[in-house]
């Protein structure tokens, strides 16, 4: 759908192409979930991707993401008009429309427990855990899964690892790094992020505690 940008706040855009629109998180909607205050519990976060240069465009070097945290209450928000311009991609064969508008889903939250990844900085390579962490991981993480009896592979999340076994890079800070958000190719919100991968939002716990969402890094699985 279209985001509810705050007063005064421009669609993002890299290079005068206009990013996609994510998600919008209500984060008073959070707070019960968030004991650890990891986030802030009022205002809202919304989250685009800028799509426009695929995976080579990856890395806290460049402007592959744009977060906004408003502060302010929901009614201050203003829906805001797509500003669509036509764009060749880097592998298309014809302009076309941009950015494209996802479908609507809504938002539910509920706390559920997570390990680290089957390959993450989080378990020490010098450690005899490491040995079977990985095998460990395959066999037992659905039931750690935030969707109960792991009916689908479809895995979103706030918060926690990123799940997958980091061939995305996105620990370059090693365990300084977090998730912020995961969002999975899902027909429920009409996304396909490359064939069937996820997209990683991605900060430092410095940043986190410092609640500076302006130098989030988006990582993905697109090539």
């Known amino acids: 759908g279209l985001p509810d940008l705050p007063p005064n706040v421009e669609w993002p855009r ?3 192409v206009p990013m996609e629109f994510v998600a919008q998180i209500r984060l008073a909607a959070i707070a019960p979930h968030d004991s650890e205050n990891a986030l802030p519990h009022a205002g809202t976060l919304l989250l685009f991707y800028n799509s426009q240069w ?8 460049f402007d592959a993401c744009r977060v906004i945290h408003f502060e302010g209450p929901d009614s201050a928000l203003l829906r805001a008009d797509p ?3 036509q764009w060749r991609a880097e592998y298309d064969d014809k302009d076309r429309p941009t950015p494209f508008i996802h479908g609507l889903a809504r938002l539910t939250f509920s706390r559920f427990e997570m390990p680290p990844g089957g390959v993450s900085p989080f378990i020490s390579r010098e450690s005899r855990l490491y040995q ?6 395959c066999e037992y993480s659905a039931t ?3 969707v109960p009896n792991g009916k689908t592979y479809v895995e ?4 926690g690892y990123v799940d997958a076994q980091d ?5 370059k800070h090693g365990t300084h790094d977090r998730a912020l958000l995961q969002v999975d190719s899902d027909d429920a919100a ?16 410095e940043q986190l505690a410092a609640r500076d969402f302006s130098k989030v890094r988006l990582y993905s699985l697109l090539g």
């Open 167 to 171: 061939y995305v890079g996105a620990h």
């Open 144 to 146: 750690w899964s935030a």
């Open 190 to 205: 009409d996304f396909q992020w490359g064939d069937c991968d996820r997209l990683y939002f991605i900060l430092t716990d």
């Open 132 to 137: 079977i962490w990985q095998d460990f991981h």
């Open 156 to 159: 979103n999340h706030l918060l």
């Open 54 to 61: 695929t995976t080579y465009d990856q890395d806290e070097d």
């Open 83 to 85: 500003p669509t311009i």
């Open 14 to 16: 890299r290079d005068g």
